[in-house]
């Protein structure tokens, strides 16, 4: 059985308890919703982190490129929005046919969403359908100009030829392509007139 001395404690340490859930729920009232927000997704820090990645790009319900990567970092709430492949990435290109027609690998790459600019670095690789490939540390793809670029040194490889330079720039397909400052040995097939 309860007495009255128990009684008057209990009911002093349920006035006090009460107290102190008004007073932490009142002063919670004045906190603006960006600090509530800083809280769980603090400045600098990406909106989303998504691991074993793989989109598909497609238009009028043809896949025109898949995007494989284990790793991809979203940074939507900055000035210049960005998603970042901290692991690498494979983006592959289709055909009408749904035939690949090339792809471009890298150790490392972001994607500037306002620019429509993919930027891979380290180990790049691009090759094509007819196995041209072109080795550097750095290449940019501007989607909007159906272009790849590089200012940096790069090696191609067409058939058994091997062509060394600074600077490159292409198609997406790299049929129409051009190294800016070439370092290499270019053999050249000459016919002899008889």
Known sequence: MLNKKKIKHIKSLSIATT???????????????????????PPGSPSLVANDVELLFSDSAKINFMLNAPLV??????????KEFPEGFVITQFNKNNDIT????????????????WEARQNVVAVTETNDSLLTDILFWDEEKNQIYSDQFVKFIQNEDIITGIGFESDLQ?????????????LVEVEEEE
């Not at 970092?73 to 960005?82: A, L, M, R, S």
């Not at 890298?106 to 429509?116: H, M, P, R």
């Open 102 to 117: 090339s792809y471009i690998k890298a150790d490392y790459g972001k994607y500037y969403e306002k620019k429509s600019i």
């Open 19 to 41: 107290w102190l859930v008004a007073v932490l729920f009142l002063s919670c009232q004045n906190n603006n919703i960006d600090k509530i927000r800083s809280f769980s997704h």
């Open 73 to 82: 970092k979203i940074f939507d709430d900055v000035d210049d929005p960005y």
């Open 174 to 186: 790299m049929q129409r392509w051009k190294i800016k400052e070439i370092k290499g040995t270019i």
